[in-house]
């Protein structure tokens, strides 16, 4: 499975920003799509996960009520609608895969996308 992220760049705080992530290789429907960030100086951590099917989806405290992950299976695409961005948001954004369910560890997900940045100005 291979990942491609995009979408990112320069905001304005209380701006938005939608990022995609392309699945290639195998199965779409199968795979589980996590989103990560990390930022300078800071470990990887969680910020949205959406199961195989769309129907449960997962996010980090942080980020809960201004991002919305969701899923285009015709399109292989798993998409991060990032909405009332803050300076705090400002970190290389990742996706990830794997098998059906979302789990928020990131040792727990097998393929993973080149990042993109995503820089919040305040």
């Known amino acids: 499975v291979q990942l491609q992220a995009s979408g990112g760049g320069p905001v304005q705080a209380g701006g938005s920003l939608r990022l995609s992530c392309l699945l290639s290789?195998?199965?779409?429907?199968?795979?589980?799509v996590g989103w990560f960030r990390q930022a300078l100086g800071k470990e990887r951590e969680f910020v949205a996960g959406?199961?195989?099917?769309?129907?449960?989806?997962n996010y980090a405290d942080s980020v809960k009520g201004r991002f919305t992950i969701s899923r285009e299976n015709a399109k292989n695409t798993v998409y991060l609608q990032m909405n009332s961005l803050k300076s705090e948001d400002t970190a290389v954004y990742y996706c990830?895969?794997?098998?059906?369910?979302?789990?928020?560890?990131?040792?727990?997900?097998?393929?993973w996308g080149q990042g993109t940045q995503v820089t919040v100005s305040s």
């Open positions: 990830a895969s794997r098998p059906m369910m979302v789990r928020v560890e990131s040792s727990e997900y097998v393929y």
């Open positions: 959406i199961n195989w099917s769309g129907g449960s989806k």
């Open positions: 290789g195998r199965s779409f429907t199968m795979y589980a």
